[in-house]
């Protein structure tokens, strides 16, 4: 994830359903078929913890450590291969380097539309990324491994991008582009630290900073809320905070890959434990495997599944979901 502006506060959850107190809005998806156990329960907090361990054994800066960041790629290509599934990628140039984007399509069940999953593989300098990123890298993964079996109503991208850490976002503005030229996108989810889970007090939500939030801007509204809806109702023992306002009032809104796809208008959310709002390891040498949470993470690529389903599947019902 890039450098922070200022956090959401609290009063930007506001209005429907109960989150800890506050209320939100909602989307009804009560009649949303759905296997629940069947998308969460193949999902393993060892097999993440062991992507993590493979992806985040150095920094992976795309010019300091550029090998690096070409070898945690492969993995990413090696392992999407490995799940049968077919690999494409493309050269992306930044910084005066060039680095691939990595993807794999899996079919829709119901419509030609597609759904976005993505995360960063690249770090900053001198950090190994253990949560920033190869969390979302090992989630992206991990929910590769889970639709291969269990299509959703849309067809899914899931990409490994790299560039985030630039601030110009390269990686993702050539997937954006490439997709929207040929597909109808009706969202896209970037899965950005989800890893790392405090006792202590947090932010967005009371209590311990043991949650994940979906962040994204006023016209993503109906993609966030019906991800916060869906885990509300089928995985509460995991909190989301959804977080939906003008991302002109705040620009930690748009910090990740997500940013690109609201400039071709399509609804797009950060997936995040909410970075050096909770971890105090964020962008340093200390941001290492041994201190993430692995049933956590295990519980966010869950919610991420449930709300992707919820989601393709009332949008092939009936568009865009409504915001109650």
């Given amino acids: 994830m890039t450098e922070s502006a200022s956090a959401p506060s609290t009063d930007q959850v ?42 985040a054994v150095g920094p992976r800066h795309v010019v300091e450590d550029h090998e690096q960041a070409l070898e ?21 140039d930044g910084q005066g380097v060039s680095l691939p984007a990595i993807w794999a399509e899996i079919g829709g069940s119901q419509t030609d539309t597609v759904f976005v999953f993505a995360a960063h593989y690249d770090t900053v300098s001198a950090s190994p990324g253990a949560d920033d990123n190869a969390s979302g890298v090992a989630g992206l993964l991990e929910i ?18 790299p560039f985030e850490e630039t601030g110009a976002f390269e990686g993702s503005i050539a997937l954006a582009t490439a997709l929207n030229a040929k597909s109808q996108i ?5 899965i950005e630290m989800i890893g790392f ?38 995985l509460p023992q995991r909190r989301l905070a959804p977080i939906a306002m003008d991302a002109r009032e705040n620009h930690h809104l748009g910090r990740s890959d997500h940013a690109p796809f609201w400039a071709i208008g ?50 092939a019902a009936s568009g865009v979901p409504v915001v109650i």
């Fill in 14 to 55: 506001a209005d429907g359903q109960d989150v800890d107190g506050l209320l939100v809005p909602r989307v009804d998806v009560s009649q949303v078929p759905v296997d629940v156990a069947r998308l969460t329960g193949a999902v393993s907090a060892d097999r993440i913890e062991e992507m993590v361990g493979r992806i």
């Fill in 72 to 92: 945690a790629a492969g993995f990413v290509g090696e392992s999407l291969l490995g799940m049968g599934l077919e690999v494409a990628s493309a050269p992306v």
């Fill in 144 to 161: 590769a491994r889970v639709l291969k079996d269990n299509p959703l109503p849309s067809t899914v991208v899931l990409a490994a991008l």
């Fill in 186 to 190: 009706t969202g896209m989810i970037s």
């Fill in 197 to 234: 889970t405090s006792p202590e007090e947090g932010y967005l939500l009371p209590g311990p900073a043991d949650f994940l939030a979906i962040v994204g801007n006023t016209e993503s509204a109906p993609l966030i809320h019906t991800f916060h809806s869906a885990a509300a109702l089928w």
């Fill in 266 to 315: 399509v609804p797009g959310a950060m997936a995040t434990d909410t970075a050096d709002f909770r971890n105090a390891n964020y962008h340093e040498p200390t941001d290492t495997p041994d201190t993430l949470d692995y049933e956590f993470a295990r519980d966010c690529v869950q919610a991420l599944l449930l709300g992707a389903h919820a989601y393709t599947s009332l949008c």
